[in-house]
């Protein structure tokens, strides 16, 4: 029985790192795929090529879409502040990227169509990034259905399957998957900032840290990371 081929979109941060290593575990032979769309650094694209290696991925692809052409988000626009006051409920924050992650899952599924990979896995969460309509499991659901409908593949009954293990979890319980599968968790990068260590202060800092801290391994919290 061949080995089962999986596209897992690799960011660089915690998340999408753990999907892959889940991915790893599960037997499949995993492709990274990775995006310059205009973010405020390149930090985390070096830290996703530096997961791809420690996982000794099969391949890693990355592509650029300029998605800051035309901004909209505090992570592609510099004009506007990075939040830092916490999750609001029901508030959509402002580093949500306009259609970032339909673009990436369909560009993500054409290469899967292209290499015959049966799964795109995907690290998004919808527990503490409960803003972001593109994180959600009915969005998910619903582009599976178009998945099946874009392609010749999908059409044949042969689809790529959308898979998002951690969408239900907590931080803490991702931290301490990241923990046993041995995710380079010093490598990833979470910052919305750039710089040579992680601002400790961001929205994404704060939820990090706050997780690290339950899983007991304070030792890597932004503060702990020079």
């Known amino acids: 029985m061949s080995q089962r ?3 897992a979109l690799l960011s660089g941060g915690l998340d999408s790192a753990t999907a892959a290593a889940l991915a790893i575990e599960a037997g499949d ?32 692809h ?6 800051a052409s035309w901004g909209g988000s505090a992570l592609t626009d510099a004009t506007i502040s990075i939040p830092t006051e916490g999750v609001g409920e029901g508030i959509i924050p402002t580093t949500y990227v306009p259609g970032r992650n339909t673009v990436f899952i369909a560009v993500g599924l054409s290469l899967a169509e292209a290499r015959g990979a049966e799964r ?21 659901d619903t ?30 319980r991702i931290v301490q998957e990241a923990l046993r599968l041995g995710v380079p968790i010093e490598t990833t990068w979470s910052c919305y900032r750039g710089g040579s260590s992680p ?3 961001c929205d994404s800092c704060r939820i990090r840290d706050a997780a690290l801290r339950e899983a007991g391994r304070t030792d890597l919290c932004s503060q702990a990371i020079e």
């Open 120 to 140: 795109l896995v995907l690290g998004v969460n919808a527990v503490d990034y409960s803003g972001y309509p593109d994180c959600r499991p009915d969005y998910l």
């Open 29 to 60: 032979c995993v492709i990274g795929l990775s995006f310059d769309y205009g973010q405020r650094h390149r930090r985390e694209l070096n830290a996703a090529t530096a997961v791809a290696k420690h996982l000794g991925l099969a391949e890693h």
């Open 199 to 201: 601002c400790g202060v």
């Open 62 to 67: 990355c592509i650029a879409v300029n998605l």
């Open 5 to 7: 081929t999986a596209i």
């Open 143 to 172: 582009f599976q259905e178009l998945a099946a409908l874009s392609s010749k593949s999908g059409r044949e009954g042969r689809g790529t399957q959308l898979w998002a293990p951690l969408v239900h979890w907590s931080k803490t």
